[in-house]
């Protein structure tokens, strides 16, 4: 189960599970199925088990028997951090998660943070933090004085944007990630935050930047106003998404894609101008392109306007 083992504390339903595991690696799922039930009969509480179970009944081309195995996860675990209710929603074809369960990404990436560079650069032909700054360079970007890297996992676009910035913060939900990126000594604060569920701050970041960040959130109105809020006036924010047709879409990789039409709505509404957004491919997927965007933008400038009486504050 995603590599991880998840005990059940019952050592005969364990054992169960095991031999359920021998079976359906011999390729009898039917037979892993059937020992199975019988161990979620002893801990029917056992969210690791009905996971397990959906992907044996998935296997055997037992869809809507997977789907009610992962829903019982979920039940068992609210926090589902194996993404049991991601797998029931693409089953069923009718998504409903607008976002990853906080937990199944923090697990993700913390199983995946030792190998995650080799594996995204290296396999993939990542390249979202070099194209990034281009982009930023494009619209008049130079030099920051306080910069975040939102979702900044190990570091890489803090490589690329150090040198572009007086104080580099990162932000992940991550301990694993952190971890790896802490070692590369770019960032003056590194923090473990949800960044789907921030609070608002006073603006204090003069760019924002989260590469390849929001693909695993879905909607975006939350974090968007977030940005919106902590950047200082005239602030840049960059992003990269992957792109789709659908305002916000759950993809069998369990990333999400959003369309240019809801992106370009959300920084409206938010205030943002000089909004871009470029096509481009961050990375390959199965030998395959990603089509995805590159999005700019500045935060609005407050000017004072002296027209009348008084001198009133204007955002432009």
Known sequence: MLGTSFPCGDPLAERRAGFAETMAHLGDYGGAIE??????DIVPGWAAGWF?????????????????AWDKAVVADPRDPLGAGLRRDLLRGVPVAESMPPAFVELLFDQYA???ERSLVGKLNYRGPELLLAALRAQGFTQAGHALDLGCGTGLMGEVL??????????????????????????DGLEKRDIGAMSAILPRFDLIV???????????????????????P????????ELGEAPVQLRESRRFAHSRA?????????????VVLA?????????????????????????????????????V
């Open 35 to 40: 020992v199975l039930r019988g161990a979620m």
């Open 162 to 187: 150090r040198s572009s910035c007086t104080r580099l913060d990162g932000y992940d939900i991550s301990s694993g990630m952190l971890a790896e990126a802490e070692v590369k000594g770019l960032y």
């Open 279 to 315: 096509d481009c491919v961050l990375r390959q997927d199965r030998g395959q392109d990603v089509a995805a965007l590159l999005v700019t933008a500045r935060a609005a400038s407050r000017v004072l306007d002296r027209e009348g009486d008084g001198e009133a504050e204007a955002l």
């Open 210 to 232: 989260a590469a390849d960040v929001f693909i695993y959130l879905g909607a975006l109105e939350r974090v968007i106003g977030w940005c919106a809020g902590a950047l200082a």
């Open 52 to 68: 397990r179970l959906g992907e044996y009944f998935e296997a055997v081309g037992e869809v809507e028997a997977a789907a009610e």
């Open 262 to 274: 809801y992106v370009q709505g959300l920084l409206a509404e938010a205030g943002f101008a000089g």
């Open 234 to 241: 005239g602030g840049h924010l960059a992003f990269t998404l």
């Open 114 to 116: 030792p190998r995650f």
